[in-house]
């Protein structure tokens, strides 16, 4: 489904392994870790690297390492081995022949945004083993230095058609990184926002095959939304909501797209009873409505509004999606995906 960042020293091993165990119950199934922090003692790295790589092999995950040459100043391939890690991303500062030399006993992950076909072909020239090879984005800790959306969708479409896995990362929304805690996605317009609106945006228009989260956790409400994900529905915030039988439902859009509105293609034929009008307001982005008696036919007829409508005393606005979730408004529109709704009047933490 996706991988998880755990900091060799910026969470005890109690706390990152409670963690794992939680995201791997839910369908996560790669681990990122990085030995080249400058503000980390490599001496303080070699037994948690152990116990997290005792996990992910007990688990069946991967555990992908950030290394350079400098790592191997006081980490030896071997240590690596014996400790779990299973994949080595690169970024920079090693050869050609030494990259192509490790594809044949490591999985090898590239840095994404600076591989271009001369590399490529070089590698294949020495022999490199393709089906050991991968390539990743960075992470940007500094606002400012994110991504591109068009450049970084470009590369993934070139880097696959080549035969490339590709990975990125996406900010988390609990225990932030430090030292800057401003989140850690590869692209700028992800940072502060919904992890899982990211992680949807670039499963399905990003051209990114593994999406893994940057920072330390999520959100109670955030692994909700992941939680429901992997049962295969969308879950939705809601505030202000009102009484309504639609809450209970998981509904579906109808094949036939409107512009304006989502419609729910179950709501209406589910519901039996009177619907008296109620809350007849004017309907902006994210109102969440409920024809009533006045509609005649379409009584019941339940509606995500996608672009702002007038009040009309026929249609009862029952609720709003909380603004953090409007970014999956469209993929729903298009998906065809199923989504339910909870109550979350405010952050949770």
Known sequence: MGGVLVSLTEQSIEESLAYLTLMRQHGFDTIFTSLQIP????????????????????????LMVDVSPRTFENFSLV???QCGVTGLRIDNGMENAEVAELTRDWQVSLNASTIDQFFLDDLKRLGADFSALEAWHNYYPRPETGLEWNTFKAQNEWLRSQGLKVGAFIPGDGS????????????EQHRHQ??????????????????????????DWTMQQFISWNEGVVLLGVRDQRPSHVWDEIHHN???????????????????GEIEPAHCVERPLG???LDNDKYKRYKGEFQIV?????RDERVNVIGYVTEEDFPLLPFL????????FLAREHHQA
Do not use: C, W
């Open 287 to 289: 109102a969440l409505t």
């Open 333 to 340: 529109q298009k998906s065809g995906h199923p989504f339910r």
């Open 194 to 219: 919904s992890p899982f609106a990211n992680y949807l945006e670039l499963q399905y228009q990003g051209d990114v095959d593994l999406v893994v989260i940057g920072d330390l956790s999520v959100s």
């Open 39 to 62: 503000e980390e003692d490599p001496d303080n790295l070699l037994e948690p690297l152990k116990e997290i790589g005792g996990f992910a092999a007990e688990h069946h995950m991967m």
């Open 176 to 187: 932030l990184r430090g030292p800057l805690y401003e989140g850690l996605p590869t692209l």
């Open 306 to 310: 996608l672009n702002p409508l007038p």
């Open 79 to 81: 240590q690596l081995k």
């Open 254 to 272: 109808r094949p036939d797209i409107a512009r304006d509105v989502i419609r729910s293609e179950d709501a209406r034929r589910h519901f039996k």
